[in-house]
């Protein structure tokens, strides 16, 4: 998962950065001191979580939060133990108290994971077997079960199965909060892959359909722990 870590302290920032490096399944975007650097990575990247302080000179985190129009998950980072309870009022995952270990961030990278499957859950029920899909002037409904894989292309991504190819206006992570992950999970940042269709795994390569496609290191724990493995 993306991250990003917004903090003016940089002894806290710097040492966050490297618990950061020790998860395995984080992958650290951008590091920033001030609101107007964060604002502008998150406007311009795909961010799934980010670590956010509370007191600021520019503003205060709760405020910040307020000025998000997309949905990353939020652990609020403070060195003060009166804010958690406002913390816990918002839409935030978490709360941390600096210093923050590796156990704790371990922690609450779980948390973030399970209220990634709610949030998908709630987004298509497991029930559901089809979407609508935009091809051409019209929608046409598609089995997800026939979705073999899907790849990113900037704002668009391409959805393929084994009959024909429709290029969608969304992005990677809009199509993660839509496609239920008991089947499906995100190996690269170009690539979400139908676990069911999965033939083979190669050290950090998967073969779907005799096509390889890529497994980032940040990804390939979630892998591993997605699939059935003896």
């Given at each position: 998962m993306k991250c990003l870590i917004l903090d003016d302290d940089n002894v806290s920032r710097i040492a966050l950065e490297e618990i950061i490096k020790q998860t395995g399944t984080l992958e650290l975007v951008a590091s920033c001191e001030k609101v107007s650097e964060a604002l502008k990575c998150i406007n311009h990247n795909e961010i799934d979580i980010i670590f956010l302080d509370i007191e600021m000179p520019e503003m205060t985190g709760f405020e910040f939060l307020e000025t998000l129009s997309d949905n990353p998950f939020i652990i609020f980072i403070s060195s003060r133990e009166s804010y958690a309870l406002k913390a816990y009022e918002t839409s935030a995952t978490d709360y941390l108290l600096k210093p923050i270990t590796l156990e704790r961030l371990l922690k609450s990278i779980n948390k973030v994971k399970e209220a990634k499957n709610q949030r998908a859950k709630?987004?298509?029920?497991?029930?559901?077997?089809?979407?609508?899909?935009?091809?051409?002037?019209?929608?046409?409904?598609?089995?997800?079960?026939?979705?073999?894989?899907?790849?990113?292309?900037?704002?668009?991504?391409?959805?393929?199965?084994?009959?024909?190819?429709?290029?969608?206006?969304?992005?990677?992570?809009?199509?993660?909060?839509?496609?239920?992950?008991?089947?499906?999970?995100?190996?690269?940042?170009?690539?979400?892959?139908?676990?069911?269709k999965i033939e083979k795994i190669e050290e950090n390569i998967v073969i779907i359909k005799n096509k390889t496609f890529p497994v980032s290191r940040s990804n390939k724990k979630d892998l591993y722990e997605r699939i059935n493995l003896l």
């Amino acid at each position: 998962m993306k991250c990003l870590i917004l903090d003016d302290d940089n002894v806290s920032r710097i040492a966050l950065e490297e618990i950061i490096k020790q998860t395995g399944t984080l992958e650290l975007v951008a590091s920033c001191e001030k609101v107007s650097e964060a604002l502008k990575c998150i406007n311009h990247n795909e961010i799934d979580i980010i670590f956010l302080d509370i007191e600021m000179p520019e503003m205060t985190g709760f405020e910040f939060l307020e000025t998000l129009s997309d949905n990353p998950f939020i652990i609020f980072i403070s060195s003060r133990e009166s804010y958690a309870l406002k913390a816990y009022e918002t839409s935030a995952t978490d709360y941390l108290l600096k210093p923050i270990t590796l156990e704790r961030l371990l922690k609450s990278i779980n948390k973030v994971k399970e209220a990634k499957n709610q949030r998908a859950k709630s987004n298509l029920d497991n029930s559901t077997k089809s979407i609508f899909v935009k091809s051409d002037s019209a929608f046409v409904k598609l089995d997800i079960d026939a979705i073999n894989w899907i790849e990113s292309l900037g704002d668009y991504v391409t959805i393929h199965t084994d009959e024909k190819k429709y290029v969608v206006n969304i992005t990677m992570k809009k199509v993660e909060e839509k496609l239920s992950l008991a089947n499906f999970c995100r190996i690269h940042r170009s690539f979400i892959v139908n676990l069911n269709k999965i033939e083979k795994i190669e050290e950090n390569i998967v073969i779907i359909k005799n096509k390889t496609f890529p497994v980032s290191r940040s990804n390939k724990k979630d892998l591993y722990e997605r699939i059935n493995l003896l």
